[in-house]
């Protein structure tokens, strides 16, 4: 059976990253993000429905979110869906909560002015603003020929990568 775990969601934090590392180094950004749903009822009146959403994010991805992200900013996140189940302490039973384990994420505002703006923008060799970060290998591209020496041809038209 086929099966596909992907989850996109464009929200606010609804507080400031928590920013922790294991033992071995590894960055983990705790966040949560409220996702608003607007629509018109039967009878004509706008109504609104908020959802929280648990956010995990590892690695640098957490570190850039710990380091420029705080309460109230817009971020769109993809990921996928997590189950965490456990056994409570104080009362034995089991406890479940499903929360969404950053694979990407993406400013979605400048952070200059108002709440929690970033001081300095995205770091440098990091993403913009308006680019997605990602931080898995580099996606697969040509890389463009070297430009040609003033002493040597132009290139042809089919070295020119497109």
Do not use: C, H
């Not at 409570?88 to 505002?109: A, T």
């Amino acid at each position: 059976m086929a099966s596909y775990n992907k989850v996109i969601l464009a929200g606010n934090l609804t507080r400031d990253p928590e920013l922790k590392y294991t033992s071995t180094g590894m960055a983990i950004a705790k966040i949560g993000i409220a996702v608003n749903r607007k629509w018109k009822s039967e009878t004509g009146e706008m109504k609104e429905e908020v959802t929280f959403v648990d956010v995990d994010a590892f690695g640098r991805q957490a570190e850039t979110i710990g380091q420029y992200l705080k309460r109230g900013r817009p971020i769109l996140i993809e990921g996928r869906l997590k189950l965490d189940q456990w056994d409570d302490k104080q009362s034995g039973q089991k406890r479940s909560r499903l929360g969404v384990v950053l694979e990407n994420f993406q400013f979605l505002d400048s952070g200059k002015g108002g709440e929690g703006g970033m001081a300095g923008g995205p770091p440098a060799g990091g993403s913009s603003p308006s680019a997605p970060y990602r931080s898995s290998a580099p996606p697969a591209s040509r890389t463009p020929p070297p430009p040609p020496d003033a002493d040597g041809p132009p290139p042809e038209d089919d070295d020119v990568p497109f």
